[in-house]
């Protein structure tokens, strides 16, 4: 039995929830069609910045999301999804939400990859 996941226009195409080991950043590695999307979370603490703060950074492959001050047990995430893919006439979606438990330095992460039609959503080219 499949199970499938929708949320208006974009259809689930996988979530969970992972925690990183020894600090390490998490690194998602997605097919979709012919077409990998590789998406790194790093996690960092900065005492000298007030609140917190995601560095993106596109590369070959997918994107780099850098987490700082993502030291909450409430979660810190992303405010909306965010396009990390191009695949045809589709758009993959990464939103995700960080957790931050206890004494240690592993980030729990809930996440959720999305696929839309462009034509669902107005997509225009960058």
Not at 5 to 30: D, E, K, N, R, Y
Not at 41 to 60: H, L, Q
Not at 87 to 97: E, K, T
């Amino acid at each position: 039995m499949a199970l499938h996941v929708s949320s208006g226009p974009a259809q689930v195409l996988h979530q969970g929830m992972t925690t990183s080991f020894g600090g390490h950043p998490v690194i998602f590695t997605m097919e979709y069609g012919e077409v990998e999307t590789v998406v790194r979370m790093e996690f960092a603490n900065d005492p000298e910045w007030d609140g917190v703060r995601v560095e993106t950074e596109e590369n070959s492959t997918g994107y780099v999301f850098r987490c700082t001050n993502f030291d909450s047990d409430s979660g810190r995430g992303s405010a909306q999804p965010v396009l990390v893919n191009e695949v045809g006439d589709a758009l993959i979606f990464f939103h995700f939400r960080v957790f931050l438990f206890g004494r240690t330095v592993d980030r729990t992460v809930h996440f959720t990859f999305f696929v839309v039609a462009k034509d669902a959503v107005g997509w225009t080219p960058r």
